[in-house]
């Protein structure tokens, strides 16, 4: 299912290309990136739980754990504490 979000042809430099921090965050990250495109959180079962265009993101309704952040096309990991 995550495969199917995700292709496994993502390149890494489209994972380094959005910055997130704090990382690991506990109420909010801030996505450091230049696009004004909508930012989604996924679950790693590949459920979008977040869509906004903020660069601050409230994550406080997210349990503990890993999450992808998607910018357009590119991709990065972060941590909910």
Same mark, same amino acid.
Not at 29 to 38: A, F, L, N, R
């Given at each position: 299912?995550?495969?199917?979000?995700?292709?496994?042809? +993502?390149?890494?430099? #489209?994972?380094?290309? =959005?910055?997130?921090?704090? #990382?690991?965050?506990? #109420?909010? +990250?801030?996505?450091?990136?230049?696009?004004?495109?909508?930012?989604?959180?996924?679950?790693?079962?590949?459920?979008?739980?977040?869509?906004?265009? #903020?660069?601050? =993101?409230?994550?406080?309704?997210?349990?503990?754990? =890993?999450? +992808?952040?998607?910018?357009?096309?590119?991709?990065?990991?972060?941590?909910?504490?």
């Amino acid at each position: 299912m995550l495969h199917s979000l995700f292709p496994t042809s +993502i390149a890494e430099e #489209n994972i380094k290309r =959005i910055k997130v921090y704090p #990382n690991p965050g506990k #109420n909010y +990250i801030i996505v450091d990136s230049d696009s004004k495109q909508e930012k989604e959180i996924y679950d790693l079962q590949a459920k979008k739980l977040i869509s906004t265009k #903020n660069q601050k =993101i409230d994550i406080s309704s997210l349990s503990r754990g =890993i999450y +992808i952040l998607k910018v357009g096309k590119n991709y990065s990991k972060f941590m909910k504490e």
